[in-house]
């Protein structure tokens, strides 16, 4: 049972699933997604103090502080590989150590309204050139070098949609079994 409460409190929405067919329905709702989350984040996270910053979200996990500025480094290196997906044939992304980043000083103690301001900014470019991709842009890859696998822009639209969902519900769900506001 604990187990499994774990992996709850891990995968609060479940682990990202492929979609059997990427329709311009899907890949539309999830740009809104993205377009969505900076303000779904500030909504969820701007009133919280200090010590609630820096309540990990499950044991041994991330703070919320942590979380919110690991989401602005994730979806730079994004806004990144798909820059560079677009303009290069298959490129070979460079992979960086999230954990390694969530240790340095400016993910765990900076204050978080910096980061919300990123966000807005980087979210309004992602979704802008995301909402402007043509058919054979979104069949446009690279390759993501700790697994030698290849990765469509139409799956990464997806992903990064699943990742800001996936940790606004860490968000969340912490401050409803906390009862914060």
């Known amino acids: 049972m604990e187990k499994l409460d774990l992996e709850k409190l891990k995968y609060p929405i479940g682990k990202f699933i492929t979609p059997a067919e990427y329709s311009f329905e899907y890949i539309s709702n999830k740009i809104e997604e993205i377009a969505a989350f900076p303000e779904k984040l500030k909504s969820e996270a701007i009133s919280l103090s200090d010590e609630q910053l820096d309540t990990p979200y499950r044991p041994d996990g991330w703070t919320v502080r942590q979380v919110i500025h690991h989401c602005a480094e994730s979806h730079m290196?994004?806004?990144?590989?798909?820059?560079?997906?677009?303009?290069?044939?298959?490129?070979?992304?460079?992979?960086?150590d999230e954990k390694l980043w969530s240790?340095?000083?400016?993910?765990?103690?900076?204050?978080?309204?910096?980061?919300?301001?990123?966000l807005d900014g980087l979210h309004f470019r992602l979704s802008y050139i995301m909402k402007n991709l043509s058919e054979a842009d979104l069949e446009k890859s690279f390759i993501h070098p700790e697994n030698n696998s290849e990765y469509r822009i139409k799956q990464i639209i997806g992903m990064y949609a699943w990742h800001g969902n996936h940790h606004l519900a860490h968000i969340s769900n912490l401050k409803k079994n906390k009862n914060w506001k």
């Open 77 to 96: 290196n994004c806004y990144i590989r798909l820059k560079w997906a677009l303009t290069e044939n298959n490129p070979i992304i460079k992979p960086y």
């Open 103 to 118: 240790e340095l000083p400016d993910s765990l103690k900076m204050p978080i309204a910096p980061t919300l301001s990123l």
